[in-house]
């Protein structure tokens, strides 16, 4: 089976920096995109950031743009996301996913990758003003 498991959450203040870790155990992650989401409740769950396979490709939403940074070892099978400048509005639970073939990034498709998403149980992220 299966697993993604998210780390290095936590209550911050405004302006300071976190970095989430994702270990993923029993899929070659090389094998296809991953990417991190975030959720907060009454929401839908939104993506955040992207990754290509090989990591040369990244996408991420406006919101976040310049001040978080994914990326990936292949090697050790992980995924991480390093937020810089967090702001109040960050404050969500966020999830790592392991994307489905066919999943698009920056503009281009990659075709490996699981037949359906594979994802994490999440780590809450918070921050204060």
């Known amino acids: 089976q299966v697993q993604l498991v998210e780390s290095g959450g936590g209550s911050v203040q405004a302006g300071e920096s976190l970095t989430l870790s994702c270990a993923v155990s029993?899929?070659?992650?090389?094998?296809?995109?991953m990417g991190w989401f975030r959720q907060v409740p009454g929401k839908e769950r939104e993506g955040i950031a992207l990754?290509?396979?090989?990591?040369?490709?990244?996408s991420y939403v406006d919101s976040v743009k310049g001040r978080f940074t994914i990326s990936r070892d292949n090697a050790k099978n992980t995924v991480y996301l390093q937020m810089n400048s967090l702001k109040p509005e960050d404050t969500a639970m966020y999830y790592c996913?392991?994307?489905?073939?066919?999943?698009?990034?920056?503009?281009?498709?990659?075709?490996?990758?699981?037949?359906?998403?594979?994802w994490g149980q999440g780590t809450q992220v918070t921050v204060s003003s």
């Open positions: 996913a392991a994307l489905k073939a066919g999943t698009k990034v920056d503009g281009s498709i990659y075709y490996g990758g699981p037949r359906n998403d594979y």
């Open positions: 990754i290509s396979p090989g990591g040369g490709a990244r």
């Open positions: 029993r899929y070659s992650i090389s094998n296809g995109c």
